[in-house]
């Protein structure tokens, strides 16, 4: 069974701050994978922030210096420390695994599992 369920998110002014979490659901959590994805209406979702097993952290161009991603396997967590936020960070931000999480098709194959996602506005 799996299950991701992102909060924290808010309307926050530009040059304010957010911390995102994300409950995962899911055995040996400890050893995937973890990221953060965001869609802003019109676009496609990306990957902004990833964290290993080892705990390596990565950030897209666009967050590199804001963005800090965590997370506590002994809870089964995932953090999203969000500084300076500008307008473009605007978006539903989704925590999954990295690559994401899958599903069983009852009609064969599998599809992506993604959460509710958490909605975060940056405006002034």
């Known amino acids: 069974q799996v299950q991701l369920v992102e909060s924290g998110g808010g309307l926050v002014q530009p040059g304010g701050s957010l911390r995102l979490s994300c409950a995962a659901s899911?055995?040996?959590?400890?050893?995937?994978?973890m990221g953060w994805y965001r869609q802003a209406p019109g676009k496609q979702r990306e990957l902004v922030a990833t964290?290993?097993?080892?705990?390596?952290?990565n950030y897209t161009d666009s967050v590199k210096g804001r963005f800090t991603i965590s997370r506590d396997n002994v809870k089964k967590t995932v953090s999203l420390q969000m500084n300076s936020l500008k307008p473009e960070d605007t978006a539903v931000y989704y925590c999954?695994?990295?690559?994401?999480?899958?599903?069983?098709?009852?009609?064969?194959?599998?599809?992506?599992?993604w959460g509710q996602g958490t909605v975060v506005t940056v405006s002034s």
């Open positions: 999954n695994g990295d690559p994401a999480w899958k599903l069983p098709d009852p009609r064969g194959g599998e599809n992506d599992y």
């Open positions: 964290i290993t097993s080892s705990l390596r952290t």
């Open positions: 899911k055995r040996f959590f400890s050893i995937y994978d």
